[in-house]
Structure formats: C-alpha cells, structure tokens
C-alpha cells in the first residue's frame, strides 16, 4: 500500500493525471527595451563661393607667370572665382578686367553646368609654359609697350603655352601663340600688369571695363541663349555641290593647332581666324582631288591660296556680306538656336565688352557637336562653347556651291 501511494503522488506532481489539461499556453516574451539613440546633428556648412589662391608671393618673373596661370586653372576646373590679388597688380585697369572676365568665366560654367545646357569640361589636363626672346616674336606688339608706363623695375617676359593635341583648355591659355607679359616689382615681390595674346582684346583688353554681373542676371542671360529659337527650317540645297559638314570638322582637328602650308597664313596680329574657317569649309565643300592650286570649289570673290586670298575669304564681316548678296555662289543659312548646331557649322561671335553690339568679330568651326568643341585660329586651338563668356554668337551653315 505504501508503494502504491507513492507511486500516485508522484504522477500527480509530474502532471500526467487526467484532470491536468493536455497543453499550456505559451506565455510570450517581452523584449528587452531598446535604449534611444540620438542622431549627431549634421553641420550644413555653406557651398564655397571662391576658391583660394593657394600660392606664396612670387619672387620671380616665372613663378609669378606660373602661379597666375595654375590659379586659373583650378578656378577653371572647380567652377568658382579665386581672387588674384596676389599675382596680378590691380593699379592697372586691364588686370582688373582680367579678375572680372574670370569671375564671369566661372559663373557662366557653373550655371550652365547645373542646368545641363551643354557639355562643361572639368579635367585638368598638363601643360608646358615656354619661354622665348622677345626678338622671336612673330609681330610688333612690343613696339605699342613701355616698360617705363609700368614703374620703375617693370619686366616683361614672352613664352608659348603648349598641351595635349586636340584639346581644350581655358580660353585665357591661348594655347600655341605667342604671349606677353609686364610684371612690376616691389620689394621682391612680383606682380601681373599686362596680358597680351591673340584674342585678348576681345576679352578683357579694350578701353571699356569688363563688368561684372549677378548671378540672377547671368541666369536669366544664359537661359535666353540656349532657349529653342523660332527659326525657319534649313533649306534644301539650290546648286550642285553640297557641303559636307563632317569632311569640315575633319580638316578642323588636322590644321587647327598647324597651318596648312598649302594656304597663306594671315598672322596672328591681324587675325587668321576667318582665314582658317573659309579653309575649313571650303574642305567640306571640294572633291577629294582638289588641292589648294587645284581649286573647283572656289569662286572668283571667295578664293586662296599659298600667295593670299581675297578679303571675303578672310575677313569675318566681308565673308558674312557676302553671303547675303543675290550674286553669291555659296548657299548658307543663318540661325540662332545653338541646339541645332552640327559639325563643320561655322559660327561668328562678338563681344559685350566692345560699344556697339552685333559686331562680329572673330570666327570659330564646329568641330564636335556633341560636346560643342570649337576650333579657331588667332589663338590656334580648341574652345568650348560653354567658356564663351561675354559674348554674344550667330552660326551660319553651308548648304550648297554653284558648281
């Protein structure tokens, strides 16, 4: 009896008896409590509005011209003014207009950057600063600069600027022609006061000041000029021989940054630009037998040659002249809208610097649409149409030559 009282007590301890429910309700967990974790708060510090100039004073011509030149190069790259002060002696009034054009230069990139209006370049590509004597100077430009005007002390230096073939750089580079610098000196220290290239003129080198703009108005400015134009349609061709756009280009990338040896060169000092244009699209326009002495698709007022050429080959505003006479023998059509722009399309641009507007003055060529890559000659190199700054533009297409 004793063990079967045991054995009783101890199936119900182990809950096997009847009156014991078959399952227990499981009794959840409660998770342990998570402690909070603030967020660091996160310092929105102000985009930059200029870069620094990064250099010590220059004690040296050289470095001085070195310094100058790096300093634009890494606005040029980083979208944003930097100050000169340093390197550039603002007493005189073109150096002043350099600070401004830059400014501008790199407020025009920015915008037209942020709003994808065209291809914007922000590579930095290597380049070599050549010095050379002022007696291997190609023209007189020294004869109209007195050292003496600069104060006592003043020196002038000339050298090339050389880089990657087929390239752009900043426009103020010049790439392959000839610059020219006065620097003055105070104690030790040396300082920009004169820049003079192909083509600085019509930057910052005329006696109105380059002015500077806000940026609501250079917005308002840009958003004008890559707007789609009202324009009418292209015409088709009226003669027998129709340009070929892309056979221009080509001539463009070969003889851009060379002369063709078979034309006359005009000089720098005068302006080779529209020169080496009437070449580019008179290439577009010739048989592939035709040479520069062999010349079908030429005409008698629009023609050259290794001895010269005339004046409506040559000259940006008589080429454009004549274009809109009924005696003409060259179809071109005229338009605005830079989004219909194709290679071997030629275009003419004028500065706001200069009193009278619709003043066309200097002559580039498409060279690559899609990136709007230009090629000019006074300076000989690439450009994009997105550092055209303080200029105003007009394109003009061959369609077709009397045979």
């Not at 603002?90 to 350099?98: A, H, I, R, S």
């Not at 003129?201 to 005329?206: A, I, R, S, T, Y």
């Not at 699209?281 to 050429?309: L, P, Q």
């Amino acid at each position: 009896m004793k063990i079967a009282a045991l054995l009783l007590a101890l199936l119900l301890i182990t809950g096997c008896g009847a009156s014991v429910p078959a399952s227990v309700p499981e009794v959840p967990e409660i998770p342990e409590p998570v402690p909070e974790i603030s967020e660091p708060e996160v310092s929105e510090e102000p985009a930059p509005t200029e870069i620094e100039y990064p250099f010590p004073e220059s004690t040296d011509p050289e470095s001085a011209v070195e310094n100058y030149f790096s300093a634009l190069y890494d606005s040029y790259t980083a979208m944003l003014p930097v100050d000169l002060s340093k390197v550039i002696n603002p007493d005189f009034e073109m150096m002043g207009n350099v600070q401004n054009w830059n400014d501008l230069l790199a407020m025009r990139r920015s915008i037209i950057s942020e709003n994808g209006y065209c291809f914007v370049e922000t590579e930095r590509l290597p380049y070599t600063i050549n010095y050379i004597e002022e007696k291997d100077l190609s023209d007189r430009r020294m004869d109209y600069v007195r050292l003496s005007d600069f104060g006592e002390g003043a020196k002038a230096v000339h050298f090339i600027i050389t880089g990657e073939a087929k390239k752009a750089y900043p426009p103020i580079f010049a790439l392959n022609s000839e610059h020219s610098m006065v620097l003055t000196e105070e104690n030790g220290v040396y300082k920009i006061a004169y820049h003079y290239f192909p083509g600085s003129e019509g930057k910052f080198q005329n006696d109105l000041p380059v002015s500077l703009m806000e940026r609501e108005d250079m917005e308002k400015l840009l958003a004008e000029e890559f707007s789609p134009k009202d324009e009418e349609p292209f015409p088709e061709a009226e003669f027998s021989r129709i340009y070929d756009g892309e056979k221009a280009a080509e001539y463009a990338f070969s003889f851009c940054e060379a002369p063709n040896p078979d034309f006359s060169f005009v000089g720098d000092w005068y302006g080779n630009c529209m020169n080496f244009a009437s070449q580019c699209i008179w290439s577009g326009f010739k048989t592939e037998t035709e040479t520069a002495k062999n010349y079908d698709s030429m005409t008698k007022n629009w023609y050259s040659g290794k001895s010269g050429g005339t004046l409506i080959w040559a000259s940006v505003s008589r080429f454009y002249e004549w274009t809109l006479q009924d005696y003409c023998k060259m179809q071109t059509a005229v338009f605005f809208d830079i989004s219909k722009a194709e290679n071997g399309d030629l275009v003419h641009i004028g500065s706001y610097a200069c009193e009278t507007e619709d003043k066309y003055t200097h002559a580039l060529m498409v060279a690559d649409a899609e990136k709007m890559l230009l090629a000019q000659n006074s300076p000989a190199c690439f450009v994009y149409y997105s550092d055209l700054v303080n200029n105003y533009a007009r394109f003009i297409r061959p369609v077709s030559l009397i045979e």
